[in-house]
């Protein structure tokens, strides 16, 4: 609907026999046929979304950004004229009306772009995250291994680690195992159970909607295009520069997918949008430069390009077509499901069936057997509107298959059911900017505090002999706050009239800005009551009547009222992002550049599961999950922020390292079940960490306290060892002084030897120490017997 509509609203464009083996497909003939039949769908307002919706698409998004058309406020104010007919409260037309009203500032001023901000930023934080399943027969078979593996791993866990050790088999740390069969169950809808393609994709995917600028760009366009327009579209393509897969939104007003009546239209026959292309681009794709000539005089003086009439007299004479390189013209892309024929023929050679596959004329012989294959492909072509150019046209590279066989349309559309927010406003917001309108009127055309002085009063006064003017006797009055008069008028009668000269007359717009501003807050209700969007949601501060009940409950009936645009934009993402896996998946196996793209983000290693889950014929599903609330995070982390701290009623911590992954886990969007599961289980490990500690920490008492007694013991067993010994000594020196006092008695030997023999030197005069040297002489010599007399 962006040129030539009355042209191909006509019912002159049907779509080819996409069915017909006859057709060449890659022909410029059969491509321009489709282009022009679904463009002529798009017109003709057959397609999933109305002509109703598209002819409206502008004034509505006006309406949403608070720029909608002026004259509809003037013609309000003014009145129109028709058949020369005056409809006005000025005679002389609108434009003595708007002198009469002083000339009132019709820029807009509307509510709407709060109102919009706070449903856009409020649905942004609503929008489900999604993650990845693959729901074949063979990603089944896998999944209940590792559950019930695990399962079985858990609570057989200390007899298989009895036997790793009686066979030196190196044991593994505890890890989260389920108690029951509910936590298991729960465990695995959680997504507990993760394969690794599943994994890999579901960090791919994240990593493809970072590069798509989802959060930064694309989300806020989808909300706001569900809100303004009622409907939304979005494509995924494969970027051949960068080898990575991407989404991008798609402008709903010039897009479109063929007509269904299921409410997501997933998967459509065909899908279509317009887009504005410098002719520079498309020089290099167009055989006759001369037709771009033509395409020069259709969009003449449209979309910024000039008039075809003062162009460059030199590229007016001649074939040289330079100049154009700046002109911009509409491109309608259709991607659409065609059929190409596969025909085959079997035969038998040397006792085996084999086949090859041969062309339509070919001519079978006798024993030959054809088998024809339908098999559906994903074909597109870009074409010039209003124009016989198509370029880049052919089979969609790298399209993405549900399966082995049905391809997947690209370009992803969803409606929401009823009429869109902004068009149930635009009455309420025209009498907002009507009573804006009222409130300029009534503050210009108000009349200012004045007085009203009774003129025969103040005249004809005299002081003294002299005559005083009117305005004399005023000045006297505003200078000195003095008045004088006279109550009787120039007649001498008495002035009937006011009691005083000089009356104070209260101008103003009071009552005029009351009704303007009564007008206004009864269109900011009536938006509040069509939608449920209240000052509360829009960022207001509560009065001190609304208990925080009523705030609370305000803003939930706000998520009631728009949980339709929510599910929608849940819809598409969650279709965009099926459709990225399944192409994903199909350039990572087929390009090299793509691999080479993604191998620094998740791994050579997964991307290498990728192709092994491809070689199974795996399928992927995704699955929503709702972001929790900010209450709902809250209150995890103070859980969290609890059980880091040393717990003084005994019970465990979690470390810091498991801190910090549960918190990178509820930035991530992870389900709260599975996060409690988890904080559960890092709590009974931390329990245990405990446990064993103060297991350890009491072994290593006791056997502290038995070190202790040993010592005990021993240091007795000295103690008596050398008590004994002490007294085994005092008896040896008892016994060896009796013999020496005996012997010192009997004169055997002296005192001074018998105290040498224990050790004590007594010191001596040289003489006895000579007769003691002498004395044992005298008894070394051998007397014989019976000559002691001689």
Known sequence: MIFAVDTYKQNNYSMPNRDDKALDKESEKYNLQVAQSVYSEFCRGTTYVTSDYYSYVRTYRKYALGQQDKEIYMDVMYGTEQNNTLESIAKGGRKAARKAYNNLNFTIQSPMPRVMDSIVNKLVELVNRVSVDSPDKYSGAERENLKWGTYVDGKYKNWFDSLKLLNAIPTEGKKYTPTNIEELEL?????????????????LLKFVFEQSNWEEHVVEMVLRDLVTLGYCALEDYYDKFTGQVKCRYVDAEYAGVQYTREESNYNPDYGFYVKMVKLSEIMRKVDNPERLVRIAKTYSNEFGNPNFDDWNKKNKQTSNVSGLDKWTVPVFVVKWIDVDHKTERQYKSNGKTRTREVDNKYKFKKGEEAINTRIKTLREVNWVVASDIVFDYGKCEFQNRDGLSEPVMPIHMVQVTGRPIVPRLIPSLDQYMNGWMRLQQGI?????????????????????????????????WRQTGTLFFKPTDIAGRPNMGQVRPIEQLQGGAGATIVEAM????????????????????????????????VTEYSIMGTNDILKGVLRKANIVKSNVARSMC????????????AFDAYKDVVGEASLEAIKIANGHDVKYGIRTHARPTEQEVQ?????????????????????????????NMLSSGASLKRIALLLDFSLEKA???????????QKENIQGTQMLEAQKAQQAKEAVSMETQSDIAKENVKG??????????????????????????????????????????????IVPAGAEGV
Request: proline share 4%; charged share 30%; net charge negative.
């Open 444 to 476: 210009s055309m108000a009349a200012m505090n004045g007085y009203a002085i009774n003129m025969d009063a103040v005249s004809n006064l005299k002081m003294g002999d002299e005559k005083l003017h009117p305005k004399e006797v005023l000045r006297i």
């Open 736 to 781: 060896r002084n009796s013999i020496l006092e005996q012997a010192v008695s009997k004169g055997e030997m002296s005192a001074l030897q018998a105290l040498q023999m224990i050790g004590i030197n007594v010191p001596q005069a040289p003489q006895q120490q000579t007769q003691q040297q002498q004395i044992p002489q005298k008894q070394d010599r």
């Open 635 to 663: 209150s995890i982390k103070e859980m969290l922020a609890f059980a880091l701290k040393n717990g003084r009623d005994g019970k465990a911590r979690i470390t810091e390292g498991d801190y910090m992954r549960f918190i």
């Open 518 to 549: 009564q007008m206004m807050d009864v269109s900011m209700k009536q938006i509040e009551e069509l939608t449920g969007i209240n000052p509360v949601s829009m960022g207001a501060t509560p009065t001190q009547e609304m208990g925080k009940a």
């Open 187 to 203: 465990y695995e809808t959680e997504g507990g159970f993760k394969l690794k393609h599943e994994e890999t994709m579901e960090r």
């Open 582 to 593: 399944l192409r994903l998946a199909h350039v990572i196996e087929a390009d090299p550049k």
């Open 687 to 697: 329990q245990e960490r405990e446990e064993e500690k103060a297991s350890r920490i």
